[in-house]
């Protein structure tokens, strides 16, 4: 075959393979007549396919269903939301492509490497006077016989890299996902515990004038007056402080979900009274919970990562077998180029084995054996750590849930004392004074029980993070 009929077959194959390569192909239901038809994917639709089913498959990183069993109508919205704008994961996403793409860059070492490209030139030959003009085409051929399987080790390490990069992602969407139920339902407390504070204060205010009059009858003493207006001017100021945590919240809660600040009074919430019973607390867990945590598993390929590193430290001390081919086409036009018999072609093979580099090997690989203990006691440091977080999360659970009970305790016998004194006062056995100051002890308690739910709700967000949503 001449070498214009192998540059035209080969131009019309790699045309062949970009206008005609194979398409993906899926049933399609119609519904009007329960036919089935098959429609051709291109390439583009099935990257397209293929980039949502990984986000389906990512949304698996935050167990969306312990979500969805809140019956909450905004909350999932906004964690859909924070996984598809969230900052911090869209940078977990990025780190996740570079190091599956330094896999094949280090995997392009194994392969050969072949260089070709068009060189025209003019000579001048000694004692004449013509030009000549010459068009070469050299190709290279270079490979490293990878004999030992050092190129293949570093893959090997870059791989473990890639499989770290994916966990560490996962715990990125798992800290987001926890912040932004944590953040909501903060929110939602102070919604309520600012309805309930201006109830005190209305209730306050109306003590610390009826004792106002009481102190110009002589009846109450000026320090008790005193305490009353102190009373009220500090249920003011915790007024201000709820509402401050509340627009700290919104706007943290704005960008954790990716949108600007200028839209915390956007922020849709349910009612606190909407909100769903506690989930039952778990009184143990199992150990096993700490093997899926993403820290733990990130500290485990590390460790294969640094021993797959220290082996190929002790492969540098090896030869390299390197393959060389060379093949040039000259002539003085391209038709003449593109003739075999003006060809010239080599292949050679070589060894190199380097035998003194100044005590650098030996210090690369006492340098990966150190990394490779590192590792060793990290792993055992995580794995420390995260038993203490999952025991912590669960023991603060279980402790604000008693307490969260003796408050609810607590609040009945409050609510029954305050139906015993209404009844009084309705009789007229006591003053109006005296009932307020007990509905003031009644509002006070169901601060404390809303306060200590709403502990318990991020509580259990905690132990989810902490378990890696496997609750």
């Given at each position: 075959m001449s070498m214009k009929k192998l540059v035209a077959t080969t131009l019309l194959v790699g045309i062949l393979g970009v206008n005609f390569a194979p398409v993906t192909t899926y049933a399609l239901q119609d519904n009007t007549n329960n036919t089935v038809k098959e429609k051709k994917l291109t390439r583009k639709e099935k990257k397209l396919l293929a980039e949502e089913q990984k986000k389906q498959d990512k949304l698996n990183y935050i167990n969306i269903d312990w979500w969805e069993s809140y019956n909450d109508e905004y909350l999932t919205g906004y964690i859909f939301k924070a996984i598809a704008n969230n900052k911090d994961v869209e940078l977990a996403n990025l780190k996740v492509e570079e190091a599956r793409q330094m896999v094949k860059l280090q995997f392009a070492n194994e392969l050969p490497q072949l260089t070709t490209g068009a060189a025209p030139l003019l000579m001048k030959a000694q004692n004449e006077t013509r030009t000549t003009?010459?068009?070469?085409?050299?190709?290279?051929?270079?490979?490293?016989?990878?004999?030992?399987?050092?190129?293949?080790?570093?893959?090997?390490?870059?791989?473990?890299?890639?499989?770290?990069?994916?966990?560490?992602?996962?715990?990125?969407?798992?800290?987001?996902?926890?912040?932004v139920g944590a953040t909501y339902y903060?929110?939602?407390?102070?919604?309520?515990?600012?309805?309930?504070?201006?109830?005190?204060?209305?209730?306050?205010?109306?003590?610390?004038?009826?004792k106002k009059l009481s102190n110009e009858e002589g009846i109450v003493s000026t320090a008790d007056l005193v305490r009353a207006e102190k009373a009220y001017v500090v249920a003011t100021s915790d007024l201000i402080e709820l509402e401050k945590a509340r627009e700290i919240m919104l706007t943290s809660l704005c960008v954790l979900i990716g949108e600007s600040p200028a839209n915390a009074k956007d922020i849709k919430r349910i009612s606190y009274d909407k909100v769903q019973s506690l989930k039952p607390v778990p009184k143990e867990l199992s150990q096993d919970v700490i093997l899926e945590r993403p820290d733990y598993l990130v500290a485990q390929k590390m460790i294969e990562k640094a021993g797959i590193d220290v082996k190929v430290a002790k492969k540098e001390f090896l030869p390299s077998i390197n393959l060389l081919g060379i093949l040039g086409i000259t002539g003085s036009s391209v038709s003449q180029a593109m003739n075999w018999e003006s060809s010239l072609a080599a292949l050679g093979i070589g060894a190199l084995w380097p035998v003194f580099t100044g005590g650098s090997r030996i210090a690369n690989l006492k340098i990966n054996k150190n990394k490779y203990e590192q590792s060793i006691l990290n792993y055992q440091k995580t794995n420390l750590t995260a038993i203490k977080e999952v025991n912590d999360a669960l023991s603060t659970l279980q402790?604000?849930?008693?307490?969260?009970?003796?408050?609810?305790?607590?609040?009945?016998?409050?609510?029954?004392?305050?139906?015993?004194?209404?009844?009084?006062?309705?009789?007229?056995?006591?003053?109006?004074l005296d009932l307020l100051e007990e509905h003031e002890k009644l509002l006070v308690m169901n601060k404390m029980v809303i306060s200590s739910k709403s502990e318990c709700l991020v509580n259990q967000i905690s132990l989810y993070k902490a378990v890696a949503g496997k609750i």
């Open positions: 003009g010459t068009f070469a085409i050299p190709v290279l051929v270079s490979y490293e016989a990878d004999i030992f399987l050092k190129n293949h080790d570093k893959t090997k390490s870059a791989k473990k890299l890639y499989e770290a990069s994916e966990f560490q992602e996962k715990a990125t969407y798992l800290t987001i996902a926890s912040q903060n929110i939602v407390k102070l919604d309520k515990l600012i309805g309930i504070q201006n109830d005190i204060i209305k209730a306050r205010k109306e003590i610390f004038e009826l402790l604000d849930n008693q307490k969260y009970l003796k408050n609810v305790k607590s609040l009945n016998m409050q609510s029954k004392d305050y139906g015993f004194t209404k009844d009084k006062y309705n009789e007229g056995i006591i003053s109006k």
